[in-house]
């Protein structure tokens, strides 16, 4: 029985895994295929120049990094603390958008995404925030419970 249940809790972390991945390599292609809409609107933030560089032509490497990473089984692990740093940031960045404190929206989503609305963007990202954080924590208690 507890084989059958450490089975279904393997394949259950594959899936979302998966998804996540998804995610980001959906997110990278999409700024990607947009490119020149999505540098518009990372020149538009509330930023320094030398951030908002960064974010143009660092961040969707980073997001193709990640979820590539996640897909690769011995560094899926990276991939997920890396993921909690993205939407971690990503999720912050909803928030001030939600509070106004910039008193306008600096940018919006592409894809599929921006649809979404910000306070539902928002509860996005902490649900997927929180999958990644509850896939790590399993993740590492298997290994754990393999070692003993």
Not at 109 to 124: D, K, P, V
Request: charge should be positive; proline fraction near 3%; aromatic fraction near 12%.
């Amino acid at each position: 029985m507890l084989q059958n249940k450490e089975i279904t809790l393997r394949k259950t972390i594959e899936i979302i895994v998966v998804i996540i991945a998804t995610l980001w390599l959906y997110a990278a292609v999409s700024k990607l295929i947009n490119f020149s809409q999505f540098r518009d609107a990372m020149k538009k933030q509330p930023f320094g120049q030398a951030l908002q560089n960064l974010l143009i032509y660092g961040l969707p490497p980073m997001e193709i990094l990640t979820g590539v990473l996640l897909l690769t089984e011995k560094r899926k692990l990276t991939g997920l603390y890396i993921s909690v740093i993205l939407f971690t940031a990503f999720t912050i960045y909803i928030l001030l958008i939600i509070l106004k404190i910039w008193g306008h929206v600096p940018c919006s989503c592409g894809g599929l995404i921006e649809q979404m609305g910000w306070t539902l963007h928002f509860w996005f990202n902490l649900f997927f925030l929180t999958l990644t954080g509850v896939s790590i924590i399993t993740i590492i208690k298997r290994k754990e419970y393999r070692n003993t």
